[in-house]
């Protein structure tokens, strides 16, 4: 059974720090776009960044200059560098795989949660 399971997610005052990861027991793990999505309470999941297996990096315009995408295939992983958090970053992130070329296979993680508070 394919997992996704992330981790790093914290309390963090605003203008701080953190690092998610998410590692995956995909097989060919290199062909899988992955994205980051996040849900705040009370929202709607949306798309943060994503890291095709092939391609440019995305960034939604709110986190654009201040979050970091980076995937390393040799260990399933993918990353999310966070940094000059604000409170509206608060939600739980979730990791999602889906396959480049069979878009059947996607996955989603169990989510970390990032607090962003004073």
């Known amino acids: 059974q394919v997992q996704l399971v992330e981790s790093g997610g914290d309390l963090v005052q605003p203008g701080g720090s953190l690092k998610l990861s998410c590692t995956g027991s995909?097989?060919?793990?290199?062909?899988?776009?992955m994205g980051w999505y996040r849900q705040s309470p009370g929202g709607q999941r949306e798309l943060v960044a994503s890291?095709?297996?092939?391609?440019?990096?995305m960034y939604t315009e709110s986190v654009r200059g201040r979050f970091t995408i980076s995937r390393d295939n040799a260990k399933n992983t993918v990353f999310l560098q966070m940094n000059n958090l604000k409170p509206a970053d608060t939600a739980v992130y979730f990791c999602?795989?889906?396959?480049?070329?069979?878009?059947?296979?996607?996955?989603w993680g169990q989510g970390t949660r990032v607090t962003v508070s004073s």
């Open positions: 999602h795989a889906t396959h480049a070329s069979e878009g059947y296979l996607n996955y």
């Open positions: 995909l097989i060919n793990f290199r062909d899988y776009n």
């Open positions: 890291i095709p297996s092939v391609g440019a990096v």
